[in-house]
């Protein structure tokens, strides 16, 4: 069975410092992967979707980065944090190919910039 | 961007009634459309989900129904639960590879 890994669970970082978030996926192969992020008591943002290694499509103009260094493995990252970047970051993936797959979420990475 | 216009944004029901959450979206070529539920401090899991070549799909006490004439589609939860209290999405994809996700809708059921 496929199954997502997301870390850190929990990080507080002061304003200014670099962020690396990073998540796997096991158990499935050229996955779709993607980053959204929800502000407290809000929906989904969609921030970046990759549909294979190295290729990252950016959704939103921001202070973040994402990666896609092998299949299965995909990072969110910031040279500089801002306050506004305080969030929940969920690492999702869906099966290979057009929508229409389900999309499955990672347990979240609690971010608080300080 | 397509919309997924998702109502109520809160919702309290009493234990054993009728939770339902409503769904609009404009994209027509639209073929899968899920519910998630999201428990706080959880990421969202799908909790059912429906293609429109179906009109109604029933897991337990959830039930999708699907209008395409309106470009809706519901979620019922029957004989609610305390359990149930959760966040509820919709989602519809967006793009070839996209989805993009409802508002939320907040359900409290009251014991």
């Known amino acids: 069975s496929q199954t997502i890994h997301q870390w850190p669970a929990t990080l507080v970082q002061p304003v200014g410092s670099p962020l690396s978030l990073e998540c796997t996926v096991e158990?499935?192969?050229?996955?779709?992967l993607y980053w959204y992020r929800q502000a407290a008591g809000r929906g989904l943002q969609l921030l970046f979707y990759?549909?294979?290694?190295?290729?990252i499509s950016s959704e939103v103009p921001q202070n973040l980065s994402a990666s896609r260094p092998q299949d299965r493995q995909f990072i969110l990252s910031s040279k500089k944090l801002l306050l506004s970047d305080s969030g929940f970051y969920l690492c999702?993936?869906?099966?290979?190919?057009?929508?229409?797959?389900?999309?499955?979420f990672g347990e979240g990475s609690w971010l608080t910039v300080v | 961007q397509q919309q997924v216009k998702q109502s109520p944004q809160s919702l309290i029901v009493q234990k054993g009634g009728i939770s339902i959450i409503n769904c609009a979206y404009e994209?027509?070529?639209?073929?899968?459309f899920p519910w998630y539920q999201q428990f706080p401090g959880k990421g969202p899991a799908l909790l059912i989900a429906?293609?429109?070549?179906?009109s109604e799909k029933k897991e337990g006490r959830f039930t999708i129904s699907f209008n395409k004439s309106a470009k809706q589609f519901s979620l019922h939860i029957m004989d609610s639960q305390p359990g149930d209290s959760a966040t509820y999405f919709c989602?519809?994809?967006?793009?070839?590879?996209?989805?993009?996700f409802g508002t939320g809708t907040r359900l409290k059921v009251l014991a």
């Open positions: 429906i293609r429109p070549d179906v």
């Open positions: 989602a519809g994809p967006s793009g070839t590879y996209k989805y993009i």
């Open positions: 990759s549909v294979g290694i190295g290729q």
């Open positions: 994209n027509t070529a639209f073929d899968y």
């Open positions: 158990g499935t192969s050229n996955p779709n």
């Open positions: 999702a993936w869906s099966g290979p190919g057009h929508s229409g797959n389900t999309i499955y």
